[in-house]
C-alpha cells in the first residue's frame, strides 16, 4: 500500500480521494479501528464514501456511508468519523446495531439541528458493483431528519420503504443527504397511534423476523416461520381480545411493496416496485386482525389496505378459531366478502412454513474458507477478557451446523459454546503477539463432536493454523469437550467459534 507522508497538504489528500486508480484513503481512529474514505460517483453524483474496518472485532457489522458530497465541499466531514468512534464505543459494552436499528443524536451534526441521526438498514436489491466494500457483515447507514425519528424507533420499515419511494430506490436509498426535507411530520392520525406508544415509545408493534405478508390479486398470504412460534405466542398474549397486530419484515420474494406517504399531514397508500418488474406480489408491513365484526354486518370478514399494511376485521367467532389455529400451529383461512355475493370472494391465508434460514449472507468461514451462508448463528459474551501482551483475544460469534433435527438453539447449547469458547481463549492467550503480527488476528474453530467422536479444526484466512498452536489447543479443549458431552441430549453438535485479536487500548 503506499504510504502519504507524515503531514499530507490538504490538496494531496483531496487528489488521492478523487483518484481513480489510488485505494481509498486510510484513516486510523484508533489501533483497533481504520476507516477507508473515497470520493466516488454514484447514480451519477459525487459522493463521500466511508467504510470501517475493526468492528467485526467487536462482533458489530461493519458500516458504510455515501453522503452526498455539498457543491465544491473539499473537507472530509469529521462528524461521520465521531459517529464510528461511538458505535465502537457501544460495541465494547455490548450494544450492537442490526438491520434497522437506529442512532439518534441530541446534538447538532454535520452543522445541522436538523439531522435527527441514522437508520442503518442491511441492503438488499441495491447497486454496490463498484465500491470497495468491506467484508460480511455490514450494515448501510442512511442520514434520517429530526421528524423522522419516531417512526425509527416504532416503526422502522416504514421510514426506509418511504425513502425508496421519494428517492426512486428499491426498497431503499443507501445515501445520505444533508438538509433534505423530511418525509414525515407531525404524527396526526395514523393507524399507528393505536398500535404503538409514539410519545414514549413504551411499547411498539411486535415484529416477527421472517414474517412475510404477500398480496396478490383476490389473495393475501401471511407465512409464519414455524420456528417463530414463541413469537407469535407472545403476539397473542399479550394482544386485547379484539384486536392481535404483528409487524412484518421486508420480504425479497415480493416484487414491490406498499409505501405509506404523508401528505399535508394525511397517510395515503402507495406501490414501490423493483424497476422493470411487472407487479405480481405485493408486500405489506403488517398485518391488523380486528374481531368486532357483527354478523348482522351483512359481511363474512373484510380485507383492507391500510397505509403500509392490511387490515383484516373478523367476527369474533372467526377470531377466537384463529387465536386457536395460531396456538395449534394450524394453518387458517378467512373468506372475505359479502354472505350473499359467492363470486366477490376475497382470501386471507394464514400459513406455517419451513421458511430457509437466509442470514449470513456472504460470510465466510475462518477455517476452511466455506459459506457460512444460511446457518443460525448468536453473539457470544465472555465475562472475562482473555489478554496478554497489550492483546485481548475476543469471541465474539457461534455458528451453529444444525443438521437434519431442527433444534432451536437452546440454553446448554450455548453455555457449552460459552465453555469451549474460554478454554480456546486461554489456550491461545500465550501466543497473541505472534499470531497477530503473522496476520491472524481472526481465528475460527470448528468443534464436531458425538457419542463416540470429537474432533475440532482451527484456522485463519482459510488455512489451518500451525501445529503447535493445535497442540495447545488440543490439551486445553479436549476435558471440556469431555466435560460437556456427558449431557447426550444436545448431540450430535456440530459449531463454529469465531476470535478476534484486538489491541487493548485502556
Given amino acids: 500500500m503506499p504510504v502519504v507522508e507524515e503531514h499530507p497538504s ?14 481509498p484513503v486510510t484513516f486510523v481512529l484508533n489501533a483497533n479501528l481504520l476507516v477507508n474514505v473515497k470520493l466516488v460517483f454514484y447514480s451519477s453524483d459525487k459522493y463521500w464514501y466511508f467504510s470501517t474496518n475493526g468492528l467485526h472485532g467487536l462482533g458489530q457489522a461493519e458500516i458504510i456511508i455515501l453522503l452526498l458530497c455539498l457543491p465544491n465541499e473539499d473537507t472530509i ?22 438491520n434497522l436499528d437506529n442512532i439518534t443524536f441530541t446534538e447538532s451534526f454535520l452543522s445541522s439541528k436538523d439531522h ?40 422502522p420499515m416504514r421510514l426506509m420503504l418511504r425513502l425508496g419511494a421519494e428517492y426512486k430506490a428499491y426498497p431503499a436509498p443507501l445515501t445520505s443527504i444533508r438538509g433534505r426535507k423530511p418525509l ?24 416477527i423476523d421472517q414474517l412475510l405478508i404477500h398480496m396478490e390479486m383476490g389473495k393475501s398470504c401471511i407465512k409464519i416461520p414455524r420456528k417463530k412460534y414463541n413469537d407469535v405466542m407472545k403476539v397473542i398474549n ?5 384486536v392481535i397486530s404483528i409487524g412484518a419484515s421486508f420480504s425479497t420474494e415480493a416484487d414491490s411493496h406498499l409505501v405509506c406517504i404523508q401528505n399535508d399531514g394525511v397517510y395515503q397508500t402507495q406501490a414501490n416496485s423493483a424497476t422493470g418488474h411487472p407487479r405480481k406480489v405485493t408486500g405489506a408491513s403488517f398485518v391488523v386482525f380486528n374481531g368486532a365484526l357483527k354478523t348482522s354486518s351483512g359481511f363474512l370478514a373484510k380485507s383492507s389496505i391500510v397505509e403500509d399494511g392490511l387490515m383484516v ?8 378459531g384463529l387465536r386457536l389455529a395460531l ?3 394450524k394453518d387458517f383461512k378467512i373468506t372475505c366478502g359479502r354472505v350473499d355475493a359467492v363470486d366477490l370472494r376475497e382470501y386471507v391465508d394464514i400459513c406455517w412454513v419451513d421458511s430457509e434460514e437466509k442470514g449470513n449472507k456472504g460470510v465466510i468461514s475462518s477455517v476452511d474458507g466455506i459459506s457460512l451462508q444460511g446457518f443460525p448463528s448468536e ?10 501482551d497489550e492483546k485481548i483475544v475476543k469471541c465474539t460469534e457461534v455458528f451453529y451446523f444444525l443438521k437434519d433435527q431442527d433444534l432451536s438453539i437452546s440454553a446448554t447449547r450455548y453455555q457449552f459454546a460459552k465453555e469451549i469458547a474460554m478454554a480456546c481463549s486461554a489456550a491461545l492467550c500465550p501466543h497473541l503477539k505472534t499470531l497477530k503480527s503473522n496476520g491472524m488476528n481472526k481465528i475460527g474453530l470448528r468443534v464436531s463432536i458425538d457419542t463416540d467422536m470429537v474432533e475440532f479444526q482451527a484456522g485463519s484466512e482459510g488455512r489451518l493454523l500451525p501445529q503447535h498452536y493445535l497442540n495447545d489447543l488440543d490439551s486445553a479443549l479436549i476435558p471440556v469437550i469431555h466435560g460437556g458431552t456427558s449431557n447426550s441430549t444436545s448431540l450430535p453438535l456440530e459449531i463454529e467459534l469465531v476470535f478476534f485479536i484486538i489491541e487493548n487500548l485502556f
Wanted: hydrophobic fraction near 40%; glycine fraction near 4%; include cysteine.
Fill in 116 to 155: 435527527g441521526g441514522f437508520l442503518f438498514i442491511t441492503p438488499t436489491f441495491q447497486k454496490l458493483d463498484d465500491l470497495p466494500l468491506p467484508s460480511n457483515p455490514f450494515l448501510c447507514g442512511i442520514l434520517i431528519q429530526k421528524l423522522e425519528i419516531p417512526w425509527a424507533k416504532v416503526f
Fill in 313 to 320: 376485521q373478523i367476527t369474533p367467532e372467526t377470531m377466537d
Fill in 327 to 329: 396456538r395449534e400451529q
Fill in 77 to 98: 466531514p469529521k462528524d461521520i468519523f465521531r459517529l464510528f468512534i461511538s458505535i465502537y464505543k457501544d460495541a465494547l459494552k455490548g450494544k450492537y446495531l442490526e
Fill in 238 to 242: 399479550s394482544s386485547n381480545e379484539h
Fill in 10 to 23: 490538504h490538496e494531496q489528500i483531496i487528489l488521492l480521494l478523487e483518484d481513480k486508480a489510488f485505494h
Fill in 379 to 388: 453473539k457470544i459474551k465472555l465475562e472475562t477478557d482473555f489478554e496478554t
Fill in 184 to 207: 414525515f411530520g407531525e404524527i396526526g392520525h395514523t393507524i399507528m397511534n393505536l398500535l404503538v406508544d409514539l410519545r414514549n415509545y413504551q411499547y411498539t408493534l411486535h415484529n
